[in-house]
């Protein structure tokens, strides 16, 4: 019989067995690792750093809060540009030679950075008041060329911006409407109405915060935050955590490749990383049927340190079989 | 419908000496092969062992207990994290005790998680017959990451916007960014209170049964030895 299909009794035939309470041995460790995280949590405590708001962007950088919003309305924010699953854009489409599942899968989570970070908002904000009425139709009226003359100018000057008393003041120029809007829209976010009013879907109830967390992560703000918690791609991001906590070190080698040529310089590093790390943990799994890696513990002498007592005791003689040397009486 | 008459007063009850009536165990049927297999595959005896090989005594052994042990306490601490709602250890000191219960025993949970994996790795477990069980360890490893993944995004705070923002490309480069939003709380917290720990707890309770079904794997053989 072979051992695959032994029943325990005949798989251990001969085996000295020895006393073994499982439950006093669960229970016990159970109390232990209590006792363990207790001690750790009363020590360390958690991190919990306060969640970022468009209240507070606009509070501490306006001139960054009113740079994003000009890019999302002129459509040249990274969101506006990203692709599927937001837009039918393509900046953030990533492919490997000709197969790109992220573009074949399409649009699943719409988003218009123009009208949802800009237009809805200042729209739904214009109300009881005139200039903003006014100039969101002069906008809307306008032809796209007028348009794009008007945020051309307007995001240049933005370069050379200042932060006049709450207000971006920028260098007199043929803006249009632009202006209005903006000034309007900062006030809005300062006084953490932008928050809501791009958490909203029409609904009372809201557990979806792409919209939001899409328009913070095209500004610089929320990055310079997450560098300075040490939290940047190239400071093994996703994996780290704010302040010294451990954060997710199990996630090392998914975060590793991001920091190890070339990956961490193609365009495609994201496919790259998630199909290195299909693939091994489809190994990790598969690993009693590889060759050549389900030996290597054979030729590694940690299972001797693991089973020492088993190995002090020198194998048993090979049992000697008989041979009858006498001629057969048939 | 009738009832049996019960006996009334003055009348004799007698029965004779009886013998135990014999448990007569149907195996026809859905429930009589189920319970036949398990019977024949999992008998109490190999559940909760009393005798174990000699060489089993190693640290290496209790790994795999630590880390139930952990999920124990990471499951218990969010269950009481899931009955508070998920902004009310933000503002409590108890929340805030019973977050960082939940957070230390993950930690732990991994730490022996990965110790037991290498120590299995190192003793080569999957041998006799016992590669099933090494691939459903495999794939708790990988389910209890993803589990762990939808946790940091459901903390409601700096970190969860941080990794939500930093991890969607991972996932939208693969296509799945639609079914999988990182930046969708609502569905990454039902993910991390219900599906994913379901996900890890049924698999623990798989991997267990097998190992207890086949029990330990025998020490790699001396040079010399067959195994």
Redesign the interface.
């Known amino acids: 019989m072979s051992e695959r299909s032994q029943t325990q009794e005949d798989y251990y035939q001969g085996v000295p067995m020895v006393r073994y309470d499982l439950l006093k041995e669960i229970s016990i460790v159970t109390v232990v690792m209590l006792v363990l995280a207790t001690v750790l949590a009363l020590a360390f405590s958690s991190p919990d750093v306060p969640s970022v708001t468009i209240k507070a962007w606009a509070q501490a950088d306006p001139v960054d809060f009113v740079t994003t919003a000009t890019n999302e309305l002129s459509d040249q924010s990274p969101s506006a540009l990203y692709g599927a699953p937001y837009n039918s854009g393509s900046a953030s489409v990533q492919s490997m030679g000709p197969v790109s599942p992220q573009g074949f899968a399409g649009v699943g989570v719409p988003v218009d950075p123009a009208n949802d970070f800009v237009l809805t908002p200042l729209t739904l904000a214009s109300s009881g008041s005139p200039d903003l009425a006014a100039a969101l139709k002069t906008y809307n009226s306008a032809s796209d060329a007028q348009r794009s003359q008007w945020l051309d100018a307007y995001t240049k000057a933005l370069a050379k911006a200042e932060v006049r008393q709450g207000r971006v003041a920028v260098a007199a120029g043929a803006y249009g409407p632009i202006p209005t809007m903006m000034s309007s829209l900062l006030g809005v976010a300062r006084t953490g109405g932008l928050d809501g009013l791009l958490a909203t879907s029409g609904h009372f109830y809201q557990t979806d915060f792409s919209r939001p967390l899409l328009f913070m992560s095209d500004g610089t703000y929320l990055a310079g935050l997450g560098k300075a918690q040490h939290l940047a791609g190239n400071q093994w991001g996703v994996m780290n955590e704010t302040g010294l906590y451990p954060g997710q070190t199990w996630l090392w080698l998914f975060t590793m490749w991001y920091q190890v040529p070339p990956v961490s310089t193609a365009p495609n590093a994201d496919l790259v990383v998630m199909a290195i790390m299909v693939l091994l943990t489809t190994l990790l799994i598969l690993v009693p049927f590889i060759p050549g890696v389900r030996s290597i513990p054979r030729l590694v002498p940690i299972h001797r340190l693991i089973w020492r007592r088993y190995y002090a005791v020198p194998a048993p003689p090979r049992p000697v079989v008989p041979v009858n040397l006498a001629p057969d009486p048939t | 419908m009738t009832t049996p008459a019960s006996p009334g007063p003055g009348d004799t009850v007698t029965s004779a000496p009886t013998e135990p009536t014999p448990v007569r165990r149907e195996t026809g049927g859905w429930t009589g092969a189920a319970a036949g297999w398990l019977e024949r595959r999992l008998p109490i005896g ?1 559940l ?11 640290w ?1 052994y ?1 790994f795999g ?2 880390t ?3 999920l ?2 990471v499951v218990l601490s969010g269950v009481i994290l899931t009955f508070s709602g998920p902004q009310w ?2 503002v409590s000191s108890v929340g ?2 019973i ?7 993950v ?2 949970f ?1 730490i022996f998680m ?1 110790l037991h994996l290498w ?1 299995q ?4 477990s ?6 099933r069980t ?2 459903v360890g ?2 708790i ?2 389910v209890s ?1 993803l589990t ?2 939808t946790g ?1 995004l459901s ?13 969607k ?11 999988f ?1 990182p ?5 990454m ?1 039902g993910l991390h209170v219900m599906l994913a720990p379901l996900a890890v707890i049924a698999l623990v309770v798989v991997h267990l049964v097998m190992v207890r ?3 330990v794997v ?3 053989g ?1 040079p ?2 067959s195994r």
Not at chain 2, 121 to 124: E, G, I, N, R
Not at chain 2, 126 to 131: E, I, L, V
Not at chain 2, 155 to 167: K, T, Y
Request: charged share 10%; no cysteine; aromatic share 22%.
């Open positions: 190999k909760l062992p009393t005798r174990q090989p000699y060489y089993i005594g190693s290496v209790v207990v630590v139930i042990a952990a124990i306490w250890w933000h805030r005790f977050n960082s219960l939940h957070f230390w025993s930690q732990l991994f990965v120590g790795f190192f003793m080569a999957w041998r006799d017959g016992r590669a090494w691939m495999g794939l490893f990988a990451i762990a993944f940091y903390q409601q705070n700096f970190d969860s916007q941080w990794i939500a923002i930093s991890a490309d991972a996932f939208n480069s693969t296509g799945i960014g639609s079914f939003n930046l969708n709380f609502g569905q917290y079904i086949k029990g025998k020490p790699i001396r010399g030895e």
